[in-house]
């Protein structure tokens, strides 16, 4: 995984509420086994008409919001389990996503593969938006070490909690398997000890 310290960008405001994994990636894109591509479908039946023409109110299709921050209403990432929903978020480009309340199965999904998501409160949430809203190029500045979340345009800061382990992978880069990888030293002189 690439590593994620800290973030400055502009942002992509999606203020539904209960947005489920089916909303994010269809169960019809489910079925390849890699990671890359799922951006294309990301938000699918939102984005795109039964022609597969692009709908021009919805936010992604909207030149006017980019970057690499999705702020979404509350209770994000509910529904079926699927992995496949942190995948397309991040490959559509987004590095972290913003919330008032995130799925437990879609944060756990989301921070294994190098999503960051950010729960704040539901009035840090609409301080977002209004100042989203105000100005589309309003920058927000996210920094994991300490962890907290900055409106540039306004001063206004929260802090959000992090699981400790998943902060330090995020920071270097590593999924489950390179961070056992990198103990390998010190499993070996572990185990060296053991046999003594």
């Known amino acids: 995984?690439?590593?994620?310290?800290e973030l400055t960008s502009t942002v992509v405001p999606l203020p539904n509420e209960n947005v489920d994994t089916d909303q994010i990636i269809p169960a019809r894109f489910l079925k390849a086994t890699t990671r890359e591509g799922f951006g294309d479908n990301l938000f699918c039946d939102w984005r795109y008409d039964a022609q597969r023409q692009i709908k021009p109110d919805f936010v992604l299709n909207n030149p006017t919001y980019s970057g690499k921050i999705l702020v979404a209403g509350k209770n994000f990432g509910c529904g079926s389990s699927r992995e496949h929903a942190a995948w397309a978020i991040q490959d559509y480009g987004f590095?972290?996503?913003?919330s008032s309340f995130f799925a437990d199965i879609f944060k756990g999904n989301a921070l294994?593969?190098?999503?960051?998501?950010?729960?704040v409160s539901d009035e840090f949430l609409q301080k977002i938006f209004v100042a989203v809203y105000h100005d589309a190029a309003t920058q927000i500045n996210v920094n994991l070490v300490e962890q907290t979340i900055t409106?540039?345009?306004?001063?206004?800061?929260?802090?959000?909690?992090?699981?400790?382990?998943?902060?330090?992978?995020?920071?270097?880069?590593?999924?489950?398997?390179?961070?056992?990888?990198?103990?390998?030293?010190a499993i070996e002189e572990y185990e060296d000890r053991l046999a003594l």
């Open 112 to 119: 294994n593969n190098g999503l960051l998501p950010i729960q």
């Open 151 to 185: 409106l540039l345009s306004s001063g206004d800061q929260a802090h959000f909690d992090i699981n400790a382990y998943k902060k330090s992978c995020l920071i270097n880069g590593y999924d489950d398997i390179d961070f056992i990888l990198n103990q390998r030293k």
């Open 95 to 98: 590095d972290v996503v913003i």
């Open 1 to 5: 995984m690439k590593k994620f310290i």
